[in-house]
């Protein structure tokens, strides 16, 4: 069962314009999200992230935008950049059985920031 | 500040071979991570570790074998690979904190098993 879900494998968007990338969880015990960023060829990289007790983190361009009650997080990107083109994971830590400090993935978003 | 390092960042190898995909981190970071990377799958968690000595299974840990004897160093070993372990192969590191400290990933290495 998949705890983290990224339904949209694929987004496209232009230069300047806003990225929404979106991210819906089932587990109700994750305390903390992250959103990491990832080119080809290399690992991924810590973008922005959040704690449950918050609503909305912002960190330049990047803001990550938290419904509890909907299990749902959005990841801003605003204006969008060429350079922003990666696959962005979102993730999710806590749960039970003693995963408080382990990771559950999404499957990833590839974003596309067209010049 | 070398950070996190994987190798090798490629291998080829036949099934039924053992291989050893080695991390290393120079933080001396407490927490350390292996993920395998497949498509329609995101990253999977294979093993991790609290600390030297302290090892734990993942959510996909059949067919591997973790040890951590240092801090810096946590390899992974695939004791007789099969094709369904081809894969990309992240390793991450984290420190401990008040807050919650976010994982650091190597840049993986691709392994395919014919």
């Known amino acids: 069962d998949q705890q983290v879900k990224q339904n949209s494998p694929s987004l496209s968007v232009q230069e300047g314009r806003i990225s929404i990338l979106n991210c819906d969880y089932t587990?109700?015990?994750?305390?903390?999200f992250l959103w990491y960023k990832k080119y080809p060829a290399e690992g991924p990289t810590f973008l922005i992230s959040?704690?449950?007790?918050?609503d909305k983190n912002e960190d330049g361009r990047f803001t990550v935008f938290l419904n509890k009650s909907a299990k749902h997080l959005s990841l801003h990107i605003v204006p969008s950049q060429p350079g922003d083109s990666a696959v962005y994971f979102c993730?999710?830590?806590?749960?039970?059985?003693?995963?408080?400090?382990?990771?559950?993935f999404g499957k990833g978003t590839l974003l596309t920031v067209n010049p | 500040d070398a950070g996190i390092t994987q190798s090798p960042r490629y291998k080829i190898t036949e099934t039924g071979r053992q291989v050893t995909l080695m991390c290393h981190q120079t933080?001396?970071?407490?927490?350390m991570f292996w993920y395998r990377q497949d498509l329609g799958h995101g990253l999977r968690l294979i093993y991790y570790?609290?600390?030297?000595?302290?090892?734990d299974k993942g959510e996909v840990p059949d067919g591997y074998v973790v040890s951590r004897s240092k801090t810096e160093n946590f390899p992974l070993t695939l004791e007789s690979a099969t094709r369904s372990q081809t894969s990309v192969y992240f390793c991450?590191?984290?420190?401990?904190?008040?807050?919650?400290?976010?994982?650091?990933f190597g840049d993986g290495t691709r392994l395919s098993i014919l």
């Open positions: 991450a590191s984290r420190r401990t904190g008040l807050d919650y400290q976010p994982q650091h």
């Open positions: 587990n109700s015990m994750f305390d903390y």
């Open positions: 959040i704690s449950s007790i918050k």
């Open positions: 993730a999710a830590k806590g749960g039970s059985g003693g995963s408080n400090y382990k990771l559950t």
């Open positions: 933080w001396s970071h407490s927490y």
């Open positions: 570790s609290a600390a030297a000595d302290i090892t």
